[in-house]
């Protein structure tokens, strides 16, 4: 199939929604936010418990969203915490990234290109998405250390003064970069997962990026935002009320049915995944079967749930990736969706293979295999 035929403007942005209700998006979130979300709960309690904290208060004090006072946790019970906290972001930008190849791969033109294939990428790729930020981190670092071994120097009677006054102007411009650089991680952090997701770019490259696109696209990257959260808040409004509309109509037609027994089951489920809106004591009234069912329900609700955010942060993927495909336009006349990706490349490279290669490679392996045989029975 032909490439979408984009406008490489702002007005390509308002087909973020449409783009992000796709089913393979919403499901790749919902893997990638529920492997993220189980890693967060579990490194969290843990961190409770290690504190000193039981688990059966940590639940009825937490429940399914434990989200702790760090300043009450002893360091080593902080530590595990903010392992949970990195264990989500990372699986948070790899599912960002892997919806972002999903939305480059169907803008191309290539729209049987699934969620495993996606993760199939991401398995290859994943470096640059965790090490992008710690690289800018490191040159932040090294440009703050370097000012310090400096104004060390300046210490040094007598030569220290010159040794302040004389490269003065590289410091500034040093201060300048260091400033930008802290500009730049805030970019990154958004456009990391969408680089490597459609610009196959290593962790170098990445960076590289990053400092392009906030150097180039600057007022493109906010004029484009308060176009898109907007549309992500009325679109995630919409799909929500949707979920709502549906979850009230099955309860209304079973409940006049069932009656109050399935009242009480909803409730109790909803008070699991939802426990602002419904007290956790709603469970204790339930029989066996009763207390079974709303687990099970409680399981559902939190799909939906998931579902839900799912579709938010599609959008939000979708509208990065139509971003920075502008911006390759804008800047350096690019058009990304034209050219061939690694995987491309490699199916021509497998087609343009002989057949009578392949057949030859065959026989040869099977020749060594024999020969293998013979010499292990000898």
Known sequence: MDPVKLHFDFRDIFRAPRLALSGKKIWTFMVGNFLGYSGYFLFTYIALFSSGISIIQSWERFGLYPLV???????????????????????LSLSCAAVSRITYKQLKGNDFYSSADAWNYIKKHWHPVVFTLIALSLIIAFFVLMAGAFA??????????????????????????TLYSFV?????????PIIVGSYEEDTMG??????????SQPWRIIAYHLILLPIFSIATAIFYGFFQLSFEFVNSVFGWVIGDKLNHIVD??????????????SVAGLSGTEWLSSGILAFFFFLLML?????????LSVGE??????????????????????????????EDVPLDKLQEDDSSQEDNALEESKSDSE
């Open 69 to 91: 006072n760090v300043f009450n946790l002893p360091w080593f019970s902080l530590l595990i915490y903010f392992a949970g906290v990195l264990c989500a972001f990372i699986m």
């Open 206 to 215: 990445t960076v590289f990026q990053s400092y392009v696109i906030t150097w």
């Open 184 to 192: 730049v991680i805030v970019v990154a952090s958004i456009y990391i």
């Open 307 to 315: 579902a839900v955010i799912g579709y938010s942060l599609s959008i």
């Open 268 to 281: 109790a489920a909803v008070s699991i995944v939802c426990p602002p809106l419904y007290a956790y004591g």
């Open 321 to 350: 990736t139509l971003m920075f495909i502008i911006f390759k336009m804008k800047s350096d006349d690019d058009n990304i969706l034209a050219r061939k990706d690694e995987e491309e490349l490699e199916e021509e490279e497998n």
């Open 152 to 177: 060390l120097l300046g210490k040094i009677p007598f030569i220290g003064e010159f040794l302040f006054a004389i490269p003065y102007p590289l410091y500034f411009l040093g201060a300048l970069f």
